[in-house]
């Protein structure tokens, strides 16, 4: 009798008419079923009316997720989705393909407002910013016109049919697709969708920003060898190891070249650049625009990847200046040594940067810029970096919760946000980047 008072009905399939509310973190907006229970509705917009179908959840649980299957009253921000693949239970990869270009960024911007609110206690006026989302360069489009701005596309393998596709949202099912709106023209251009993958798990494809580099990335399935490959653009290829599952060259170069502020990186093992063609440029742009680097500043980049942040800075902190960048990814270190080697004042340490930056000695820099991983830098390292001293702090950050989360333990202690931007480099997803630039409050006299 328990387990029978014990377990709950699933709602997976139940309808509600619902109110659409505000929009919320993570691609969906806000509602409430009549009986109070808050509903996570993924293909709707604030102020819609909509049938929403279950997706997720159970009697008694503290949310549903949901898709609004029927519009019953549109939003003057919505618009037929460009994609053919979006749509409830279609292809995952899109949050916003149903939004305006204008109201994708004014919605992204009320999720960072929220979060600045909610975590940070921070309203835009305090965090200096004026609200807005600024498209890169060449991204404002009219509405039904989609950026074809992913240089890395990761695709999944229909494993009955061997077709390429994206999954499908909170799925490991795949939506065969024969092409994605979003995908760089250099990815485009290289027709995986074109070809079977029989025995292949995934695909990932590169095409790199300043080059013409292009590479692709194996996974096969457990036991399955693999296939000749052979794309329409030439193409360098390297396999994920079932036994190690590390990168392992197949046939052409091991990394792409990428570029970025006047300088090439190179990149190796599909490791981490930003996937927008502007972002690199965008981001530093911000950084260095935020730090203003003098001649002879010491310098930290935390999470450095291949160095992007480092080199800008080195360039400007000059022969007199130092750069010590930490990265706990072995092969993102040896990319950052070579693509730094050309600065003698530039040191490269490998490790997790709460265990290596207590590790070196340092007690007081000029200038820090981090860029940690979505989780964030978290109240440890924050702390640490407090006490440095550093007359700037530039936060990069994809996750606007874990920057919020993070400003808040700088202000305790004792730095304070001048200035943030935000940047929509991640069109018709709910990501967005952004920059914020910190400085110590100062004491009363």
Known sequence: ?????????????????????????????????????????????????????????EEGARFLRADAVTIIEASKDRIEAPCPFAGPGRCGGCDWQHAKPGAQRRLKGEVIAEQLQHLAGLTPEEAGWDGTVMPADGDKLPAGEVPAWRTRVQYAVDASTGEAGLRRHRSHEVEVIDRCLIAAEGVTELGIEKRTWDGMASIEAIAATGSQDRQVILTPRPGMRLPIVELDKPVSVQRIGEKDGAVHRVHGRAFVRERADDRTYRVGD????????????????????????????????????????????????????????????????????????????VRIEQGKVESVLPRTGIDEVDLIVLDPPRAGAGKQTVRHLSGLGARRIAYVACDPAALARDLGYFREGGYKVRMLRAFDLFPMTHHVECVAILEPVKKEA
């Open 1 to 57: 009798m328990q387990a029978d008072s014990d377990s709950k009905n699933s709602l997976v399939g139940e309808e509600y008419e619902v109110e659409v509310g505000p929009v919320a973190h993570g691609g969906h907006c806000i509602a409430r079923t009549s009986e109070g229970q808050v509903l996570f509705v993924r293909h709707t917009l604030p102020g819609e009316r909509v049938i929403a179908r279950v997706t997720e959840g």
């Open 270 to 345: 599909g490791g981490f650049w930003q996937v927008h063609p502007k972002a690199a440029d965008t981001l530093v742009r911000a950084v260095m625009q935020g730090l203003l680097p003098r001649k002879g500043d010491m310098a930290l980049d935390l999470y450095c990847g291949v160095g992007l942040f480092a080199g800008a800075i080195a360039d400007r902190v000059g022969d007199k200046g130092a750069v010590l960048g930490i990265e706990s990814g072995k092969r993102a270190v040896e990319d950052a040594r070579h693509n730094l080697s050309g600065f003698d004042r």
